[in-house]
């Protein structure tokens, strides 16, 4: 599946959540307040949510076509891995994989392991919702358009490292999942198994 039936490709910039979709659903927004438990206003990094970290796990160099096993791919129903552009939405330098099946009703997972940017910087705007949330014990973003009902795609992004986190979209494609609930339980679930693998990689 090319990158073109890849899934929402949303990533911040510092004060600046810019989101797009290639299938069809953009838009923009800038986020509302500067405060609030889990944003860092005082510089890039996500050092306000280091304390709350089960562990530091830095995403320098690793590839992200590797973050899941055999097994944890087999659970997601996904057979084969492919890397996409180091540009996804409006970061550069980002390495990125897309997971799909080979047969059967089209859905994708994009893997993304963002280095120069803190996961702080997500935070509730015009089109697009975060909410709080928590994976495997890590501070979490749950990233949707708003509106969105019909689960058209989740991101969920994960506080790992200061100034770094894990980039985590299901998309899917064929409507196979019934709601947006579902969607995001899908993203969840995969973060969390990218979040195991991790300490694995080299």
């Keep these: 599946m090319r990158s073109a039936r890849a899934a ?7 004060g600046l959540l810019a989101a797009g979709c290639t299938t069809g ?3 923009s927004a800038t986020p509302i307040g500067q405060g609030g ?5 005082s510089s890039p990094s996500s050092s306000a949510q280091a304390s709350t970290r089960p562990a530091v796990l830095e995403l320098d160099g690793l590839d992200p076509c590797k973050a899941f096993t055999p097994d ?26 897309q997971y799909s099946p ?12 963002v280095t120069n940017e803190g996961f702080e910087n ?3 705007g015009v089109t697009v919702t975060a909410e709080p949330s928590v994976v495997q014990g890590f501070p979490a973003k749950q990233v949707t358009f708003v509106g969105d009902t019909e689960g058209d795609s989740c991101l969920v992004v994960v506080d ?26 899908r993203a969840t679930q995969a973060a969390g198994f990218v979040l195991t693998t991790l300490p694995t990689l080299k």
């Excluded at 929402?8 to 510092?14: E, F, H």
């Design 8 to 14: 929402l490709v949303a990533l911040p910039l510092i």
């Design 25 to 27: 659903k953009t838009g």
């Design 37 to 41: 438990a889990t944003e860092q206003t």
């Design 72 to 97: 944890q791919m087999k659970q997601l129903g996904v057979d084969k891995a492919s890397k996409e552009s180091s540009t996804i939405g409006q970061l550069t330098d980002v390495a990125s994989c």
């Design 102 to 113: 080979d047969f059967g009703d089209p859905f994708t997972y994009l893997v993304g392991f």
């Design 122 to 124: 997500w935070d509730k």
């Design 160 to 185: 790992v490292a200061d100034g770094q986190h894990l980039y985590m979209n299901y998309q899917p494609i064929a409507k196979r999942d019934p709601d947006l609930a579902a969607v995001c339980a």
